[in-house]
T-cell receptor, first 114, second 123 residues
Framework: ETGVTQTPRHLVMGMTNKKSLKCEQHLGHNAMYWYKQSAKKPLELMFV???????ENNSVPSRFSPECPNSSHLFLHLHTLQPEDSALYLCASSQERWGRHEQYFGPGTRLTVT | AQTVTQSQPEMSVQEAETVTLSCTYDTSESDYYLFWYKQPPSRQMILVIRQEAYKQQNATENRFSVNFQKAAKSFSLKISDSQLGDAAMYFC????????????????????FGTGTRLTIIP
């Protein structure tokens, strides 16, 4: 275990549904991240939060809405998704957002949009 | 923008043998960090090894070592005495150096990943 947990582990949702992914880290880290992992594609960074402030939105469609109420929790709110949004969504955290600090990853949420 | 290329989508190795996974990257920066991450099937991604670009000495972690060639922009991972537990997807990643004075340089926050190499261990 890396100290980063994600719920749910699996999620199937229709295109008209609204759901949320949750990430929690117990490491005292200051930075948290959302990634999208699709088959045969590089890991795609979606959002970065540092001290609860969003510092990067990597051109992510507005149907993905992140929320970071504190340094330990990160949410990804989903609504009116498309089938191509089906992927593994990974949360990560790091002590700081710079340089050498490694990222600790959660187990991911496997999302299927029908 | 930085790019990371892993040209081997799949590799296999006999148990107890040595295997090398290749990674090349492209950058115009002089200070950066390189990582190898491992993602076992249905398990969390974890850091295997890290290399600081300013260090000439190759990083080693037990059976894992890297061959870092800065001029060639190459960063390969060598796994010695392969074990069944080494079976996983391996991702090479690049990260820029950062500094506390840089408050909004998104490029420094990105950890750029390659597409991964699936390693199979043959018993």
């Amino acid at each position: 275990e890396t100290g980063v947990t994600q719920t749910p582990r699996h999620l199937v949702m229709g295109m008209t549904n609204k759901k949320s992914l949750k990430c929690e880290q117990h490491l005292g880290h200051n930075a948290m991240y959302w990634y999208k992992q699709s088959a045969k594609k590089p890991l795609e960074l979606m959002f970065v939060y540092n001290f609860k402030e969003q510092t990067e939105n990597n051109s992510v469609p507005s149907r993905f809405s992140p929320e970071c109420p504190n340094s330990s929790h990160l949410f990804l709110h989903l609504h009116t998704l498309q089938p191509e949004d089906s992927a593994l969504y990974l949360c990560a955290s790091s002590q700081e957002r710079w340089g050498r600090h490694e990222q600790y990853f959660g187990p991911g949420t496997r999302l299927t949009v029908t | 923008a930085q790019t990371v290329t892993q040209s081997q989508p799949e590799m296999s190795v006999q148990e107890a043998e040595t295997v090398t996974l290749s990674c090349t990257y492209d950058t115009s920066e002089s200070d950066y960090y390189l990582f190898w991450y491992k993602q076992p099937p249905s398990r969390q991604m974890i850091l295997v090894i890290r290399q600081e670009a300013y260090k000439q000495q190759n990083a080693t972690e037990n059976r894992f070592s890297v061959n870092f060639q800065k001029a060639a922009k190459s960063f390969s991972l060598k796994i010695s005495d392969s074990q069944l537990g080494d079976a996983a997807m391996y991702f090479c990643a690049y990260r820029s150096e950062g500094g506390v004075l840089v408050v909004s340089n998104f490029g420094n926050e990105k950890l750029t990943f390659g597409t991964g190499t699936r390693l199979t261990i043959i018993p």
